[in-house]
């Protein structure tokens, strides 16, 4: 089975440093989305990409987070300087098309002390 | 105020009972989906709805989409603890953002 795969699955981390996440999505798939989860405010859309190009990160804190795709095969999220309220499962999405279903990854559960 | 509301937040029941979960909105969406999460795991998607009206079922699990395409449910029929997980509304927005409702923790007793 084709899946979405994410890494790294827990990442533990101080104030401060720099965290990287990265992503593989499906086989072609053109679209690619970021979503952090939390308890208080569920699923919320950081950034997509469509055909490499990114559409909307206006979900991001600019000043920190930064989402990019240096290839089809690779989807990179990055947070620099990382903070404690950055704590979070973050999950990477792929799909093909307009309004087609999305297939996630199992996420990175990232916590910042 | 979120796009999609979701309710009940939290359900709690016994295997065998039948449940109902809700997702509204003052939106109109062209199609709206439900997915499943499980502890550990990304969602998982379980159905597609296009048409107001539209009713689709999966095994125990129906779907129906209202008539104005404004909200959804999903009734689950002799519930077993399997079907325990997050259940999850999205909808795709302005841009071909999709949107999720906070979701439904539902937990099914043995």
């Known amino acids: 089975d084709a899946r979405v795969t994410q890494t790294p699955r827990h990442k533990v981390t101080e104030m401060g440093q720099e965290v990287t996440m990265r992503c593989q999505p499906i086989l072609g798939h053109n679209t690619v989305f970021w979503y952090r989860q939390t308890m208080m405010q569920g699923l919320e859309l950081l950034a997509y990409f469509r055909n490499r190009a990114p559409l909307d990160d206006s979900g991001m804190p600019k000043d920190r987070f930064s989402a990019e795709m240096p290839d089809a095969t690779l989807a990179t999220l990055k947070i620099q300087p990382s903070e404690p309220r950055d704590s979070a499962v973050y999950f990477c999405a792929s799909g093909f098309g307009k309004g087609k279903s999305l297939h996630f990854g199992n996420g990175t559960r990232l916590t910042v002390t | 105020t979120q796009l999609l509301e979701q309710s009940p937040q939290f359900l709690s029941i016994q295997e065998g009972e039948n449940l109902t979960v809700y997702c509204n909105s003052s939106?109109?969406?062209?199609?709206l989906q439900w997915y499943r999460q499980e502890p550990g795991e990304g969602p998982v998607l379980l159905v597609t709805?296009?048409?107001?009206?539209e009713v689709k079922k999966l095994k125990r699990l129906t779907f129906q989409f209202g008539d104005a395409r404004k909200d959804s449910s999903l009734h689950i029929t002799a519930a077993q603890p399997g079907d325990t997980g997050l259940y999850l509304c999205a909808a795709e927005t302005s841009g071909s953002r999709l949107t999720f409702g906070e979701g439904t923790q539902l937990t099914v007793n043995p």
């Open positions: 939106s109109v969406f062209s199609s």
């Open positions: 709805v296009v048409t107001g009206g």
